[in-house]
C-alpha cells in the first residue's frame, strides 16, 4: 500500500470514529431554578421573606458583657430575678437574640415576636430565659412582654418602674400619628405581694403617650387587685439647648406590683449631646417616705435622694460604652454608691 493510500484510509477511519462521539454526545442537564432570599422592605430594613412564604423576618440582638460594683454586689439576670454576689463587685455577659416575624392580613399587619436572652455570672452560672413572646395584630397585644411600668427616662439614675414589669398579658393599644392609648390585664403572679396572700394577682394597667414637637410624654397608671392599692406616672422630655430635660413623678397609695419604692417620686434628668457619638446624662430623684415596712403593707416615714451621672459614647457603629455612677443617701441608713461598665454590641 503506498503513503498516499495509507494517509486516505488513515482519514477516513478517523471522520467515522468523530462521527459515531458526535452522535452519542452527552448533553449536560439545565440546573434547577435557586430560590435565592428575598428582601422584605414592607416593615422596614432588615426583615427578609421567608423562602416559600410571603412571611417576612427580621434577626436582631445584642452582646453586652457589664461589670458593677456596689455593696454586696447583685447583677440583674434580665428576667426579674437577679444573680447574687457576696463581693463587691461582679461581672456578667449576656447574648440576646430577637426573631420579629411579619406578614400582611385583612386586619393589619401580623406580627409575632420571640426574645431569647442568656445571662452568665460565670461558665457554671448560666440562665436561659424566654424574656418576651408575643401575638400583634389589630392593636391587640398576647403573650409574655414588658409593661408600660417598664419605660423610664434615658439615664440610669432614675428608678421609676416596678420590680417587675415582664408579665402575661392581653392589651389593646390604639396608636395614631405621635399619639397612642390603651389598657392592659396582666397577671402579677411574680410580683410583690401581700403577706398571706397567694400568687394568683391580676393587675389593670392604662397607658397613654405621645409626641408633639420637641415634646415627649406619657401618662402610665396600675391597679393591683390583689393588695387593692395602685400608682400612677408622669413623665416627659423636652429638647433644651443642647441636651432633652427628661422629668417625673410617681403616686404610690402603698406597696403594690406597680410601684413599691415609696409614696411619692420627682425625678430629673438632663441628657446632653456633647457630640454625636458622646452623651453625659446628670440625673437626681427624690424619694417621699421611702421604703416598704409591716410586711409591704406600708411606706416608712423615710425620705432619700439618689444622685447619679451616665455616660454613653458609640465607639463605632454597633458597638456602644455606657457607665454610671450613682449614689442613695436615705434617712435612717447609710450611703450607698453603685454603679457599672457596660460594653454592648447590637446587630
Known amino acids: 500500500m503506498t503513503i498516499r493510500m495509507m494517509l486516505i484510509s488513515s482519514a477516513a477511519a478517523l471522520a467515522a470514529v468523530s462521527g459515531a462521539q458526535a452522535a452519542d454526545a452527552i448533553v449536560a442537564a439545565e440546573p434547577e431554578a435557586v430560590e435565592y432570599v428575598r428582601v422584605c422592605d414592607a416593615y ?62 385583612e386586619y393589619g399587619p401580623l406580627t409575632g415576636v420571640i426574645v431569647l436572652q442568656t445571662n452568665a455570672d460565670n461558665a457554671s452560672s448560666q440562665k436561659a430565659v424566654l424574656d418576651s413572646a408575643y401575638i400583634d395584630i389589630a392593636g391587640i397585644r398576647a403573650g409574655l412582654f414588658y409593661s408600660w411600668w417598664d419605660d423610664g427616662l434615658s439615664g440610669e439614675t432614675d428608678d421609676i418602674g416596678s420590680g417587675v414589669t415582664l408579665h402575661n398579658s392581653l392589651r ?68 433644651i439647648g443642647p441636651g432633652v430635660l427628661g422629668l417625673a413623678g410617681i403616686y404610690s397609695s402603698a406597696p403594690n406590683a406597680y410601684y413599691q419604692k415609696s409614696e411619692w417620686v420627682i425625678a430629673a434628668e438632663y441628657a446632653i449631646k456633647a457630640t454625636d457619638k458622646l ?17 409591704n403593707t406600708d411606706f416608712a416615714n423615710n425620705d432619700a435622694w439618689k444622685y447619679g451621672v451616665t455616660v454613653d459614647y458609640q465607639i463605632v457603629d454597633n458597638l456602644y460604652a455606657k457607665a454610671t455612677v450613682n449614689y442613695l443617701d436615705a434617712d435612717n441608713a447609710d450611703g450607698v454608691t453603685t454603679g457599672f461598665f457596660r460594653l454592648q454590641r447590637a446587630f
Open 172 to 239: 389593646y393599644q390604639y396608636e395614631a400619628d405621635g399619639f397612642y392609648a390603651g389598657v392592659s390585664v396582666d397577671e402579677l403572679e411574680d410580683s410583690i405581694r401581700q403577706v398571706g396572700e397567694n400568687a394568683n394577682n391580676v393587675g389593670v394597667a392604662v397607658g397613654i403617650g405621645g409626641k408633639a414637637g420637641i415634646f415627649t410624654y406619657q401618662v402610665t397608671a396600675g391597679y393591683d387587685t390583689d393588695a387593692e392599692e395602685g400608682a400612677v406616672r408622669a413623665m416627659g422630655t423636652v429638647a
Open 279 to 295: 452623651k453625659i446624662t446628670p440625673g437626681v430623684q427624690y424619694y417621699g417616705n421611702y421604703g416598704a415596712i409591716n410586711g
Open 44 to 105: 422596614g430594613t432588615g426583615y427578609f421573606y421567608i423562602p416559600g412564604t410571603e412571611t417576612c423576618l427580621k434577626v436582631s440582638g445584642y452582646i453586652r458583657f457589664q461589670t458593677g460594683a456596689g455593696p454586696n454586689r447583685s447583677e440583674n439576670a434580665g428576667d426579674g430575678s437577679t444573680v447574687a454576689n457576696r463581693s463587691d463587685w461582679d461581672a456578667y455577659t449576656r447574648g440576646q437574640v430577637q426573631f420579629t416575624a411579619k406578614s400582611d392580613t
